[in-house]
């Protein structure tokens, strides 16, 4: 089992910034990537930013150039730098911890940070 652990969300203006934290606990070498996903009132979960192990990163389109996603394996820790935020970033964020193995997939999910953009 892994356990994930968010901090760092609150209320910001718009064009400020954030970091949110994700401690990560238990059988982390189990783990391929890392990520953090977003999901707004009314709307379907979203993928922000991944990074896997091998240090590879994706970002969604609509935070590319704005958000960085990054990694201090010596703490376990994933963060996302979050810049130059915008009202509709607002939403619950949830850390995500993917194991994969072939066609197999398992999830991982912290309880999920608050983050509210005001305009």
């Known amino acids: 089992q892994v356990q994930l652990v968010e901090s760092g969300g609150g209320l910001v203006q718009a064009g400020g910034s954030l970091r949110l934290s994700c401690a990560a606990s238990g059988n982390i070498f189990s783990i391929n990537a890392m990520g953090w996903y977003r999901q707004a009132p009314g709307k379907q979960r979203e993928l922000v930013a991944r990074?896997?192990?091998?240090?590879?990163?994706n970002y969604a389109a609509s935070v590319k150039g704005r958000f960085t996603i990054s990694r201090d394996n010596a703490k376990n820790t994933v963060y996302l730098q979050m810049n130059s935020l915008k009202a509709e970033d607002t939403a619950v964020y949830y850390c995500?911890?993917?194991?994969?193995?072939?066609?197999?997939?398992?999830?991982?999910w912290g309880q999920g940070t608050q983050v509210t953009v005001s305009s």
């Open positions: 995500n911890g993917e194991w994969q193995f072939g066609s197999l997939r398992y999830d991982y």
């Open positions: 990074i896997t192990n091998g240090g590879s990163t």
